[in-house]
């Protein structure tokens, strides 16, 4: 599921006025609030930041999954080492560039369609005709559907012999012979997309549809005593209006399309056409039970996410204005 | 008719093609999953819109497999435990950190923000030692406490933005009363956060429901996998003969619950899915 959205974190605290902060409950306050905090932070650090370390530190070892504990020190050797006139390691592997390749060309080719499929969904539903609710619900479908469901059905839907999607083209003849969508290394990246495209469209476009309905109607009106063409004023009004909107859009759908995995493992399972960074880091450290070199593929995955975070943040000038203090 | 009416018409009539559109591509292949689940096996062969001979074969056979009974029991356990876990902890870390001015709020807030945009698979392996160390591999405890990584942070976050909305003047008359920040929770809060609870906690839940990394590789045995694993690896005779029927029946059965909660709940969980997006 993506994470829901949260616009670039303006979440300012609501203290009390001044008046009430005398000191013994203003203490009383703060100390409540880390003692209330200190729970969830303990599981954070026991989930996410220590085994991140972990990963960190196991990038670094020879580890294999059947004995974590007895491991030695080698270095860079996962990333790269030069042995015997020969490169190895991650970053000599080029079924691993060809991951990297493979995610990037899946993140922005589907996050693209998305966000023009979700503009125009949500450009629909925000007008006003007979049976709104039931379609907004419709749409709501795919995005209900979990994941690997939604992977099978549209495998089963893509299957080469017995699947509709080739009965209905070969129907209206615009394909002579069936296609082997999963199967085939020309079309299984499309396959992919297909799919999630298709899932996560709804997303995008509740929340493109959140921000149509806050936007003043006033100028809407203006444009329209004007007699300005209504594409025009969608370029020229609406699309600077919710610009802010998409850019967090467009930020949550790249980091879940960045780490992607489900709906590649199930659809092409190990293929290396779609291999994305998250399948090659797994396949190396459940299937190779080479926790070393696998954690350092997962090392790298996130690196490359934070500096997609990071590039992203500053190429759109969202500043994180973390409200409060 | 004029010209100018015909435009209009036009315009019209392209616009419920859209519609049109629109629900088909969204609807199709779940009506498509759920003809199949009624076509027996031996007529997939025929491509067709709606079965000719419909048959409850399939439901029977993956509701007598004993592996996904357990399946759905094991997913049910999961997604119940984490949203009641990150519930609990989000519920007072949003207190702290929607109505108390301290020190360090920015650095808490983003650290949360930071851990919800996580690659899974960057702690896969830091997770799977921790869960072996705790005695949890191949059992659902490690699903529930794994599962916290992606539904605690937006469960605070989303939580802190509702309780950030609640009026000032509710805080106050408690401490006037001399009420301790737990007993404003408990009483003051709790009863007013009940929506915004259920919105969040469906959406912890349908997460949790589809979670398939983890699910794959912390689990080991039929017994303890979670729905989707089971969905994903069913298997029939052979690598090129999936039995796509049983598994279509199998994908039905446990997106029907999901789709009828959304329907239902779907203002909640826009509210829910654009909190501080836009209200911020």
């Known amino acids: ?325 | 008719m004029t010209s100018r009416q015909l435009s209009k018409f036009a315009a019209r009539a392209g616009f419920w093609l859209l519609v049109a559109l629109i629900v088909v591509i969204a609807v199709f292949p779940f009506y498509y999953a759920i003809k199949t689940s009624f076509t027996p096996s031996s007529d997939l062969f025929r491509v067709e819109l709606w079965p000719t001979r419909a048959t409850l074969a399939n439901y029977v056979q993956i509701f007598s497999q004993r592996s996904f009974l357990q399946a759905i029991f094991n997913s049910v356990l999961v997604a119940t435990s984490v949203v009641f876990i990150a519930l609990l902890l989000g519920i007072t870390a949003s207190y702290a950190l929607g109505r108390v001015r301290f020190r360090g709020r920015t650095s808490v807030l983003l650290i949360i923000l930071g851990v919800s945009m996580f690659p899974q698979v960057a702690v896969l392996s830091g997770l799977f030692e921790v869960i072996r160390a705790l005695n949890l591999y191949n059992n659902p405890g490690g699903l529930i406490l794994s599962y916290t990584i992606f539904t605690l942070p937006f469960t605070v976050w989303v939580l802190t933005t509702f309780m950030r909305q609640l009026p000032l003047e509710l805080e106050e008359a408690a401490i006037m009363d001399g009420a301790t920040p737990w007993v404003t929770i408990t009483k003051v809060f709790l009863p007013l956060m009940w929506p915004a609870m259920a919105t969040t906690g469906l959406l912890a839940f349908i997460a949790a429901w589809n979670e398939f990394l983890f699910a794959l590789t912390f689990t080991l045995t039929d017994s303890q996998r979670t729905v989707p694993v089971a969905i994903a690896l069913l298997s029939g005779g052979s690598a090129y003969e999936l039995p796509w029927a049983p598994i279509m029946a199998a994908s039905v059965v446990v997106t029907v619950p999901l789709v009828v909660l959304v329907i239902i709940f779907q203002r909640r969980i826009v509210s829910g899915l654009t909190a501080g997006a836009v209200k911020g």
């Open chain 1, 1 to 325: 599921m993506s994470t829901p959205v949260t616009e670039s974190a303006p979440i300012p605290a609501r203290p009390l006025p001044a008046s009430y902060r005398s000191t013994k409950v203003r203490r009383q306050r703060v100390r409540a609030a880390w003692l209330f905090l200190a729970p969830m932070l303990v599981t954070l650090a026991m989930v996410a930041g220590w085994p991140l370390l972990r990963t960190f530190y196991f990038s670094f070892t020879d580890a294999s999954l059947s004995d974590m504990s007895d491991t030695l020190f080698i270095g860079l050797e996962n990333y790269l080492v030069y042995d015997d006139g020969r490169w190895f390691g991650v970053l000599a592997d080029p079924i691993w560039w060809r991951a990297v390749w493979n995610t990037v060309y899946f993140s922005v080719v589907s996050v693209s369609l998305e966000v023009v499929f979700g503009v125009i969904v949500a450009l629909v539903l925000n007008a006003e005709f007979k049976g709104r609710t039931l379609v907004r619900a419709a749409v709501l479908i795919p995005w209900a559907i979990p994941t690997i469901v939604s992977a099978q059905m549209w495998a089963w839907m893509l299957n080469d012999q017995f699947g509709i999607i080739n009965h209905l083209l070969m129907a209206f003849g615009i394909i002579a012979s069936p296609i082997a969508w999963t199967a085939d290394a020309n079309y299984s990246m499309w396959a992919v997309i297909m799919v999630d495209v298709w899932k996560t469209t709804p997303f995008v476009a509740l929340l493109v549809l959140a921000a149509l309905q806050m936007l003043p109607k006033d100028c809407y009106e203006a444009a329209e005593v004007d007699g300005i063409h209504p594409v025009k004023v969608f370029f020229r009004v609406t699309l600077p209006l919710i610009t802010p909107a998409l850019m967090v859009a467009v930020i949550f759908r790249l980091l879940d399309a960045l780490r992607v995995f489900d709906v590649i493992y199930v659809l092409t399972s190990n293929s290396t056409s779609t291999m994305s960074m998250s399948i090659y880091a797994r396949q190396q450290l459940v299937e190779f039970q080479d926790v070393g070199y696998g954690s350092a593929a997962s090392t790298l995955l996130f690196l490359i996410i934070a500096l997609a975070t990071i590039a992203y943040l500053y190429l759109g000038r969202k500043q994180l204005q973390l409200g409060g203090d």
